[in-house]
C-alpha cells in the first residue's frame, strides 16, 4: 500500500532532549517534505528536500534539522526542543516538486506526530 | 509573494445544506497550481483537487465542485447537500511554477476553515 509513515503518532519530551520524528515514503516519491500545524496558523512549511541529498528551509525551519540520505527517508530533528515547538507535525510527499508540463504533483501526506514539550 | 487566504475561520450548516468554502489568493506567477486537502477529525491530510491556473474550467466530483476564477484571484469549494461526514477542516493551497526559481512545488497552506455538519 502507497503510504508515508510517520514515527512516533505521539511524544512527550522535556525541554532540551534532543528527539528525531521519522519520516518513509515507499512511493519512489522524490520530494519530500516537513510542516508544523498549529491553532490559527494552518501548516507551515519547516523544511523541503528536492531530492536525496538536496533540502532547503520552508517558512519556518529554526530550531529543526532535516536530512535526506536515502530517497524513502526525510527524518526531522530537533536538537533542542523548546515549548514552542510543541505542535502537530505532517511529512509529505510528492512525485515531483516540479512542475512539469502543466501538472503539479499532489502532496501525500503521513498521519502526523503529536509533540509536546514540556 | 504568494499568499492564500480563508476567510472563515469555522462554518456551521445542517445537514443537506449547500455550503461554499471561500479561497483567495496571490501570486506573482502566471502559472500556478491551487489544492483543495481535507482534513477530518481523525487528523490525516487528504488530496481533492487540483487545478491548473491555465484551466479555469469549474470541476464536478459528486456532490464537490470547484469554481476557479482568474479575474477575482478566487477557487471555492462548494459542497452540495452537505453531510456530518464532511466535517473536517478544509486546506486551500497554492503552488507557484518555476518562473521566478524560488520555492519550487512548495505548497503555501491557507489557514483553513472548520466545517461542521449537524444531523
Known amino acids: 500500500e502507497a503510504q508515508v509513515t510517520q514515527n512516533p503518532r505521539y511524544l512527550i519530551t522535556v525541554t532540551g532532549k534532543k528527539l528525531t520524528v521519522t519520516c518513509s515514503q515507499n512511493?519512489?516519491?522524490?520530494?519530500m517534505s516537513w510542516y508544523r500545524q498549529d491553532p490559527g496558523l494552518g501548516l507551515r512549511q519547516i523544511y523541503y528536500s528536492m531530492n536525496v541529498e538536496v533540502t532547503d528551509k520552508g517558512d519556518v525551519p529554526e530550531g529543526y534539522k532535516v536530512s535526506r540520505k536515502e530517497k524513502r527517508n526525510f527524518p526531522l530533528i530537533l536538537e533542542s526542543p523548546s515549548p514552542n515547538q510543541t505542535s502537530l507535525y505532517f511529512c509529505a510527499s510528492s512525485l515531483s516538486g516540479r512542475a512539469y508540463s502543466g501538472r503539479a504533483s499532489p502532496l501525500h501526506f503521513g498521519n502526523g506526530t503529536r509533540l509536546t514539550v514540556t | 509573494a504568494q499568499k492564500v487566504t480563508q476567510a472563515q475561520t469555522e462554518i456551521s450548516v445542517v445537514e443537506k445544506e449547500d455550503v461554499t468554502l471561500d479561497c483567495v489568493y496571490e501570486?506573482?506567477?502566471?502559472?500556478?497550481?491551487l489544492f483543495w486537502y481535507k482534513q477530518p477529525p481523525s487528523g490525516e491530510l487528504v488530496f481533492l483537487i487540483r487545478?491548473?491556473?491555465?484551466?479555469?474550467q469549474n470541476e464536478i466530483s459528486g456532490r464537490y465542485s470547484w469554481n476557479f476564477q482568474k479575474s477575482t484571484s478566487s477557487f471555492n469549494f462548494t459542497i452540495t447537500a452537505s453531510q456530518v461526514v464532511d466535517s473536517a477542516v478544509y486546506f486551500c493551497?497554492?503552488?507557484?511554477?518555476?518562473?521566478?526559481?524560488?520555492?519550487?512545488?512548495?505548497?503555501?497552506f491557507g489557514k483553513g476553515t472548520k466545517l461542521s455538519v449537524k444531523p
Open positions: 512511493m519512489n516519491h522524490e520530494y
Open positions: 501570486t506573482r506567477d502566471t502559472t500556478y497550481y
Open positions: 493551497a497554492l503552488s507557484e511554477s518555476l518562473n521566478y526559481g524560488g520555492s519550487q512545488g512548495n505548497l503555501i
Open positions: 487545478r491548473n491556473s491555465f484551466d479555469e
